[in-house]
């Protein structure tokens, strides 16, 4: 949440020199201009080069380019103006380099090319221009200048520079929670993480940054990587048409090159060096309830109690910062809440976890013992004069834990010690952009530890979030022993996944703002955030029912769903705006809860292979033109398909469905991809589609996760001619025995034709599933079964209680033929 009684953005650095401060904020958003007496420095011919194993610099006589390759399709670019390099080290960065990756050193009369089994660096001698190509000999990406930089005067280092071509065709994608089209070309946009209270279209910039995106050119993508901390800066083609580029006030100008040649290649190997989300509980898969805030205890009460005789699952309840003791992290209200650990206990044993809101302001307090421990180990950030940084927030004066150091961090995870003995389940990190009233951030005077390697708060800004949030899951994995912390951050740098789920911020309660949650979400998936959700319903402002429903059929299909919303707004539980959209909201929250082993399948796919959750159209069809513009589509994995409906009274709409055959969900209609189709929306349906060739598992509709255990598990085969892959994915649910192998993977290999079908199945895994068979439910057949066999072994198909025919299965069968 943010403070509500200043609505702009709150994103204004306070410079050090203010009179140079109108000056530079010109400059660094318009990089043709130049500051007075600042020389505009190119990198000149190429003098000579040197290898040491994987990596290859390259010298124009004072200036070094680093040529570092990482694997076969990774390759980062730095730059030393002076011919120094900075001590390497990121935030963002999990991957080490593949060692016995191929690299080799060709020269010829215009180039050195640094080559990998499948991606070829060039750089030119006569004005070190790089470029990269496949093997192929096409060129995905090159420089429309050398890299250049210019003395930054205000704060010494240097402003940095990477200017590249743009195709006339290229698209771009990627670059986090920006809230503007899919495809950025024509724009020009901004990354340092700020509190934007009631954000409008194409405001800029936001709560994240995610400096990665990808572009894709005659069918083919790359991604680039600007792994740079500082304020940075990208231009789709909007000052110049043929030209892309990205800037930074400060740091290195370091960048990975990401071959592709697929979209879903090229965010695969961002996964690979900035990690994946690890496995959620299952439980955080569930719907979650939020506000601001939910108290007393009796009103936390009621609101679960409304949820359990309404029979509308809910697997969480949100407690906001009135929890607190005057806003004091960690402690109770207990006047609010008397006995804490007895009203959590009582929410568990009904099927509630219980999720509370942390925030990095602590309160100047001599008697607040967090602030007690801080002071004393000198754990709070200090101004460059050496006074504490100290600004307002909800507790009002305030100082701020440096999360850049180690040992602040070991000891802001050892504060949820007794939240957690509480039987609180998981934690919300709030305002860490960090936001503070009235200043907006903290002044960029202010110093970090940064694991080292020291700077100034322009160099730690855009990390301080994602640091908390380290700070949060390192300390709750050690609190919950074997069990998965179940996170949440507003702020983020690339590599979050790896500690937290995210969402959007505080969004409206508009038509606009759901349309722009469904292209947030889409763009932070393919960023390496797929954990992630919006507000369902609007923050701030007013919902009607149909909003709110329709909100909800798309919060269905987000993978973090929750709604959430202020406390000066009419309520929003799922039956708070009479029954007709009670029955609608309560339908959808079911089918989250059907769809449940299909999305934490999807979730295993993230954390094993770095595919992205949400896919847009672009990423499943790149290599059709009008596809880089479509944005109402997208799919859920590998075999859904999503169309939300974004306008009022909208009695149908256009949807586009991708080559191959795909059926509606709500009543199974068969549709030929690659063509688009008027789709009728009654309010009670969004179009949904499953792609032919599908199995597709499903839960009996429960309370909560975890409510019984499920005997014979729903899978549900929907026909198309050729061979097809699914996958089912089961574990604990909720400890870390998956990453010692603890866990099945099931692949069932469908091959269909007009006259038979065959499935066969195949696992990995050491984990015994719960369920100790399938019933298997036939979509689409375009003949009637005459004869079934499993394992050889002939079977009659069986009817459930509505007249439905299914295949009894056992768990472990190994092949099944339908003809």
Same mark, same amino acid.
């Given at each position: 949440?943010?403070?509500?009684?200043?609505?702009?953005?709150?994103?204004?650095?306070?410079?050090?020199?203010?009179?140079?401060?109108?000056?530079?904020?010109?400059?660094?958003?318009?990089?043709?201009?130049?500051?007075?007496?600042?020389?505009?420095?190119?990198?000149?011919?190429?003098?000579?080069?040197?290898?040491?194993?994987?990596?290859?610099?390259?010298?124009?006589?004072?200036?070094?380019?680093?040529?570092?390759?990482?694997?076969?399709?990774?390759?980062?670019?730095?730059?030393?103006?002076?011919?120094?390099?900075?001590?390497?080290?990121?935030?963002?960065?999990?991957?080490?380099?593949?060692?016995?990756?191929?690299?080799?050193?060709?020269?010829?009369?215009?180039?050195?090319?640094?080559?990998?089994?499948?991606?070829?660096?060039?750089?030119?001698?006569?004005?070190?221009?790089?470029?990269?190509?496949?093997?192929?000999?096409?060129?995905?990406?090159?420089?429309?200048?050398?890299?250049?930089?210019?003395?930054?005067?205000?704060?010494?280092?240097?402003?940095?520079?990477?200017?590249?071509?743009?195709?006339?065709?290229?698209?771009?994608?990627?670059?986090?929670?920006?809230?503007?089209?899919?495809?950025?070309?024509?724009?020009?946009?901004?990354?340092?993480?700020?509190?934007? @209270?009631?954000?409008?279209?194409?405001?800029?910039?936001?709560?994240?940054?995610?400096?990665?995106?990808?572009?894709?050119?005659?069918?083919?993508?790359?991604?680039?990587?600007?792994?740079?901390?500082?304020?940075?800066?990208?231009?789709?083609?909007?000052?110049?048409?043929?030209?892309?580029?990205?800037?930074?006030?400060?740091?290195?100008?370091?960048?990975?090159?990401?071959?592709?040649?697929?979209?879903?290649?090229?965010?695969? %190997?961002?996964?690979?060096?900035?990690?994946?989300?690890?496995?959620?509980?299952?439980?955080?898969?569930? @719907?979650?309830?939020?506000?601001?805030?939910?108290?007393?205890?009796?009103?936390?009460?009621?609101?679960?109690?409304?949820?359990?005789?309404?029979?509308?699952?809910?697997?969480?309840?949100?407690?906001?910062?009135?929890?607190?003791?005057?806003?004091?992290?960690?402690?109770?209200?207990? %006047?609010?809440?008397?006995?804490?650990?007895?009203?959590? !206990?009582?929410?568990?044993?009904?099927?509630?976890?219980?999720?509370?809101?942390?925030?990095?302001?602590?309160?100047?307090?001599?008697?607040?013992?967090?602030?007690?421990?801080?002071?004393?180990?000198?754990? *709070?950030?200090? %101004?460059?004069?050496?006074?504490?940084?100290?600004?307002?927030?909800?507790?009002?004066?305030?100082?701020?834990?440096?999360?850049?150091?180690?040992?602040?961090?070991?000891?802001?995870?050892?504060?949820?010690?007794?939240?957690?003995?509480?039987?609180?389940?998981?934690?919300?990190?709030?305002?860490?952009?960090?936001?503070?009233?009235?200043?907006?951030?903290?002044?960029?005077?202010?110093?970090?530890?940064?694991? +080292?390697?020291?700077?100034?708060?322009?160099?730690?800004?855009?990390?301080?979030?994602?640091?908390?949030?380290?700070?949060?899951?390192?300390?709750?994995?050690?609190?919950?022993?074997?069990?998965?912390?179940?996170?949440?951050?507003?702020?983020?740098?690339?590599?979050?996944? %790896?500690?937290?789920?995210?969402?959007?911020?505080?969004?409206?309660?508009?038509?606009?703002?759901?349309?722009?949650?469904?292209?947030?979400?889409?763009?932070?998936?393919? !960023?390496?955030?797929?954990?992630?959700?919006?507000?369902?319903?609007?923050?701030?402002?007013?919902?009607? +029912?149909?909003?709110?429903?329709?909100?909800?059929?798309?919060?269905?299909?987000?993978?973090?769903?929750?709604?959430?919303?202020?406390?000066?707004?009419?309520?929003?539980?799922?039956?708070?705006?009479?029954?007709?959209?009670?029955?609608?909201?309560?339908?959808?929250?079911?089918?989250?809860?059907?769809?449940?082993?299909?999305?934490?399948?999807? *979730?295993?796919?993230?954390?094993?292979?770095?595919?992205?959750?949400?896919?847009?159209?672009?990423?499943?069809?790149?290599?059709?033109?009008?596809?880089?513009?479509?944005?109402?589509?997208?799919?859920?994995?590998?075999?859904?398909?999503?169309?939300?409906?974004?306008?009022?009274?909208?009695?149908?709409?256009?949807?586009?469905?991708?080559?191959?055959?795909?059926?509606?969900?709500?009543?199974?209609?068969?549709?030929?991809?690659?063509?688009?189709?008027?789709?009728?929306?009654?309010?009670?349906?969004?179009?949904?589609?499953?792609?032919?060739?599908?199995?597709?598992?499903?839960?009996?509709?429960?309370?909560?996760?975890?409510?019984?255990?499920?005997?014979?598990?729903?899978?549900?085969?929907?026909?198309?001619?050729?061979?097809?892959? !699914?996958?089912?994915?089961?574990?604990?649910?909720?400890?870390?025995?998956?990453?010692?192998?603890?866990?099945?993977?099931?692949?069932?290999?469908?091959?269909?034709?007009?006259?038979?079908?065959?499935?066969?199945?195949?696992?990995?895994?050491?984990?015994?599933?719960?369920?100790?068979?399938?019933?298997?439910?036939?979509?689409?057949?375009?003949?009637?079964?005459?004869?079934?066999?499993?394992?050889?072994?002939?079977?009659?198909?069986?009817?459930?209680?509505?007249?439905?025919?299914?295949?009894?299965?056992?768990?472990?069968?190994?092949?099944?033929?339908?003809?």
């Amino acid at each position: 949440m943010a403070d509500t009684t200043k609505k702009g953005d709150f994103a204004n650095d306070l410079l050090p020199n203010p009179e140079t401060l109108d000056d530079t904020i010109q400059h660094v958003n318009n990089p043709v201009l130049d500051l007075p007496n600042i020389e505009k420095l190119y990198l000149t011919a190429v003098k000579g080069y040197s290898q040491e194993a994987n990596t290859v610099y390259f010298t124009d006589g004072k200036s070094k380019v680093e040529v570092k390759v990482y694997s076969e399709d990774i390759i980062r670019i730095r730059l030393a103006p002076e011919g120094s390099f900075l001590e390497d080290f990121s935030y963002a960065i999990s991957f080490k380099e593949d060692n016995y990756v191929s690299v080799e050193v060709i020269e010829d009369s215009e180039y050195y090319k640094v080559k990998t089994n499948t991606t070829i660096c060039l750089i030119r001698k006569s004005d070190f221009n790089i470029s990269f190509s496949d093997m192929e000999g096409q060129v995905l990406n090159r420089d429309h200048s050398a890299m250049h930089w210019e003395e930054n005067v205000d704060f010494g280092g240097y402003y940095v520079y990477c200017t590249k071509e743009a195709a006339a065709d290229e698209a771009f994608f990627g670059l986090g929670d920006k809230a503007t089209n899919l495809n950025l070309r024509g724009k020009r946009v901004k990354n340092w993480n700020s509190d934007t @209270y009631s954000y409008a279209f194409n405001q800029d910039p936001l709560y994240k940054t995610i400096p990665f995106y990808i572009g894709v050119t005659e069918g083919k993508a790359y991604g680039i990587f600007f792994d740079n901390t500082f304020k940075t800066y990208f231009d789709f083609a909007a000052e110049h048409q043929d030209q892309t580029s990205f800037w930074s006030e400060g740091g290195e100008l370091q960048y990975y090159y990401i071959q592709g040649p697929k979209m879903m290649d090229v965010v695969k %190997r961002y996964h690979k060096l900035t990690g994946t989300h690890y496995m959620p509980a299952m439980w955080g898969l569930g @719907y979650h309830q939020c506000r601001w805030s939910y108290y007393p205890e009796n009103k936390v009460r009621e609101v679960a109690y409304e949820f359990r005789k309404r029979e509308i699952p809910c697997d969480a309840i949100y407690l906001d910062i009135d929890y607190m003791d005057g806003y004091r992290c960690f402690t109770w209200n207990k %006047r609010y809440f008397p006995d804490p650990k007895k009203m959590i !206990s009582d929410l568990n044993a009904n099927g509630f976890k219980t999720v509370v809101m942390i925030d990095p302001g602590i309160k100047v307090d001599d008697n607040y013992w967090v602030f007690k421990q801080g002071k004393d180990n000198n754990y *709070f950030c200090r %101004r460059g004069d050496d006074y504490f940084m100290e600004g307002f927030v909800w507790p009002g004066r305030c100082q701020f834990p440096d999360f850049t150091n180690p040992e602040v961090r070991t000891w802001w995870g050892t504060l949820y010690k007794g939240l957690v003995d509480d039987g609180v389940a998981g934690f919300w990190n709030d305002m860490n952009e960090p936001a503070v009233f009235g200043r907006g951030t903290f002044p960029n005077d202010v110093r970090h530890q940064f694991e +080292g390697h020291r700077g100034s708060h322009r160099k730690a800004h855009n990390v301080y979030g994602m640091q908390m949030v380290r700070a949060t899951y390192d300390g709750l994995k050690k609190l919950y022993k074997n069990k998965r912390p179940f996170t949440i951050t507003r702020a983020a740098y690339a590599g979050t996944q %790896r500690y937290s789920s995210v969402w959007t911020g505080d969004n409206i309660a508009t038509w606009e703002h759901l349309r722009i949650g469904t292209l947030q979400l889409q763009r932070l998936s393919v !960023s390496g955030l797929s954990f992630c959700g919006t507000d369902i319903g609007g923050f701030t402002g007013e919902p009607d +029912g149909e909003l709110y429903s329709r909100w909800m059929q798309f919060g269905v299909f987000s993978p973090f769903m929750r709604v959430h919303s202020a406390g000066d707004t009419r309520d929003r539980e799922p039956w708070s705006f009479g029954p007709e959209w009670e029955a609608i909201c309560k339908k959808f929250i079911e089918l989250r809860y059907k769809l449940l082993p299909y999305i934490y399948s999807t *979730f295993w796919l993230q954390h094993k292979y770095g595919e992205p959750i949400l896919r847009p159209i672009a990423m499943l069809e790149q290599e059709k033109a009008k596809n880089m513009i479509r944005e109402e589509e997208f799919g859920f994995g590998n075999q859904l398909l999503v169309s939300p409906v974004l306008h009022p009274g909208q009695a149908n709409k256009i949807v586009y469905l991708p080559e191959g055959t795909w059926y509606y969900y709500f009543d199974n209609t068969y549709y030929e991809g690659g063509q688009e189709y008027t789709i009728d929306t009654p309010l009670d349906e969004m179009p949904f589609f499953v792609r032919g060739g599908s199995i597709i598992p499903e839960y009996p509709v429960m309370q909560f996760t975890g409510e019984r255990r499920v005997e014979s598990l729903r899978l549900n085969l929907y026909y198309a001619e050729g061979e097809y892959t !699914s996958s089912l994915y089961s574990d604990h649910g909720e400890t870390f025995a998956y990453e010692q192998g603890v866990y099945v993977e099931k692949h069932f290999i469908t091959t269909c034709d007009a006259k038979q079908v065959n499935v066969i199945q195949g696992e990995d895994g050491l984990y015994t599933p719960y369920y100790t068979g399938f019933d298997l439910y036939l979509v689409g057949l375009p003949f009637e079964p005459k004869q079934i066999t499993v394992d050889g072994n002939k079977v009659s198909m069986q009817q459930d209680d509505e007249g439905k025919l299914f295949v009894k299965l056992d768990r472990d069968f190994k092949k099944i033929n339908i003809q």
